[in-house]
């Protein structure tokens, strides 16, 4: 049986791996005891990720001070990402505190068996793969409007990126011909891990966020064969998926450093 939260924080892990090392070089991947580092140290807050994977409740008041001291040696800001079900019944936002560290806003880890699935489709959207750099602008666009960042935090993140033209099963949803939502897709320890979903400020709600979401897991599950997929959700963004098939697991809680 599959430990879904052990599976969560692997997919997080092995996954930005990848990531943060496509945005840079000589980023800070580490792992270390109770605690994952994955920090491209670049404008995009969430290429900058510290993981708890600590178990053991004594040390957790090092771990989290031991986070803090990471993230207080980097340029730019980033993430604690803590998976509550790690470490089921701890006061963590007392912990934070005591570390220097603040609550930023909650998550939920998503699984499921959800492939394969019909070809998708949606009345007001064509789709288009992201295999251009103008593609590639429109996709970090969107995002950093969704998740209210500056133009040039998203573009940071992924502009220019082989990876992303290639690797990532990346699309774009347009209306009109105009992008207005985009999901990708990569095959992450033999599951398809479902990153940055986004939907242009004051178009939510009209499945468009879902048709692209099921676009790019459609098309990579037909490339590789996987059936499994897994994502890291925001609260607005969790009602969507499980209408394609993937069901909660672990709650998460983000922290990112005091003032």
């Known amino acids: 049986m599959i430990n879904l939260t052990a ?33 491209a140290d670049c404008l995009f807050p969430f290429w900058n990720c510290v993981t708890l994977t600590e178990t053991d409740r004594d040390l957790l008041p090092k771990r989290f001070a031991e986070a803090a001291e990471v993230m207080r040696a980097k340029q730019n800001t980033g993430f604690l990402w803590v998976f509550e079900d790690l470490v089921a019944g701890v006061r963590l936002d007392a912990l934070a505190e005591a570390a220097g560290l603040a609550f930023a806003f909650p998550g939920v ?45 998203g573009r940071d993140g992924i502009a220019g990126s082989a990876l992303w033209k290639t690797g990532v099963h990346a699309y774009l949803g347009l209306r009109d011909g105009v992008p207005v939502a985009c999901a990708g897709a990569v095959e992450t320890d033999g599951r398809l891990f479902v990153v940055l979903v986004a939907t242009e400020p004051g178009l939510e709600r009209r499945g468009y966020g879902e048709a692209v979401t099921r676009k790019a897991l459609f098309e990579a599950g037909r490339a590789t064969g996987i059936t499994r997929a897994t994502l890291h959700a925001t609260v607005a963004g969790a009602p969507v998926y499980p209408r394609i098939g993937f069901e909660p697991n672990s709650p998460m809680r983000f922290y990112a450093l005091k003032g």
């Open 109 to 153: 880890g998503m699984a499921g068996e959800v492939l394969p699935i019909p070809e998708p489709t949606h009345p007001e959207l064509t789709f288009e793969r992201v295999t251009s750099d103008e593609q590639l602008l429109a996709y970090a666009d969107i995002n950093s409007r969704a998740y209210g960042f500056p133009l040039e935090a």
């Open 7 to 39: 599976e969560s924080v692997e997919q997080l892990t092995t996954g930005w791996h990848a990531m943060v090392l496509d945005r840079n070089p000589d980023a800070d991947v580490r792992d270390l005891p109770g605690l994952a580092v994955r920090w």
